[in-house]
Every structure is written in structure tokens, then in C-alpha cells.
């Protein structure tokens, strides 16, 4: 059976943290009413109290669980990622231009998989990329802030109906 595809959602540090801006938890025993509000903007997530106005960035909800600390949805190990070819991109003043891009995960893109080591384990440089791997078009408009390609383009999607 396959395993489940790895999930993204926002990421927060914890209540009282530096980046949380609402001080120290108050005593519910002294100051309830303080303590309610606190907690109000406080919920536990993994029996951690998590500061809902501290966001530390986009997830992989499943391999940060699995890691136990924060993992940027650009690190995830499991989905696949598509990244151009050979560190490519494309015009910046193009709207549209397609990019040849190379989608697997992060293991064969960073040339962590066995097919990119001999049998005595000395890295091959005759390996241009490992056979999971695939290549296919995207286009210059999907690309997001971390470089990597996903979605579907309007213009694309509008020419081929």
C-alpha cells in the first residue's frame, strides 16, 4: 500500500517564547480572567501550548511530528518536489515561460540516492539523475518563493481548452 502523502500547515512556536508576544503565562488561581484570554490565544497542540499570533512558517506537518521540531514544507522528505533543471530559471520579465524542471523527492534531487554511488560507494559523477526522477514542463508563473514549481497555469489551461 502507499504511504500517505506528507500534509502542510503553519507551524507556531510555543506560548512564551521570544516571538510570542503575550508575556508569560498568567495564574489562573490569581488573575482567571487574564489566564482565560491567555489561554484563548494559547491551545495546545501535542501537549505544547502554541502561541496562535507566532507563526514560524509553512510545515511539514507529518515530518515535523516525526522529527519533533519544525520542518519547512520545502524540506519535506517525502513529497515530491519539482526544481529546475540544472539550477535553471527562467526570464524574470516572462510571464509565461516554460521551465524544464525535474520532479522527485529531496533524497534523489540532492543526490542522496544509491544510483548516484558506485558499488564501493564513491559518489558517480557519470549519473545525470537517478531513474526516479522525472522531468516535465512548468510554467515560469508557478513558481513560489522557495524556488520550487506546483500548480497549474491559467494561461496554459486556457490555451489547451
Known sequence: MP???????TYYW?????????????DPDTD???YDVWSDQHPTSDDVR??????????????????GEYVPWAACRTREHA??????????????????????TLECLERECEQYFTDDGDHDPGVERCSHIREELACSCQRNQDGEYDGVCSASSKAAA
Not at 512564551?16 to 498568567?26: D, I, K, Q, Y
Not at 533543471?85 to 515561460?97: F, K, L, Y
Open 3 to 9: 504511504e500517505r502523502s506528507h500534509e502542510h500547515g
Open 32 to 34: 482567571g480572567d487574564a
Open 14 to 26: 510555543e506560548a512564551g517564547a521570544t516571538e510570542c508576544p503575550h508575556g508569560p503565562r498568567p
Open 50 to 67: 502554541i502561541c496562535l499570533n507566532a507563526p514560524i512558517g509553512e510545515a511539514c506537518l507529518d515530518c515535523s511530528a516525526e522529527d
Open 83 to 104: 526544481l529546475p533543471t540544472h539550477g535553471m530559471v527562467p526570464n524574470p520579465d516572462a510571464d509565461h515561460q516554460q521551465v524544464t524542471v525535474w520532479v522527485g
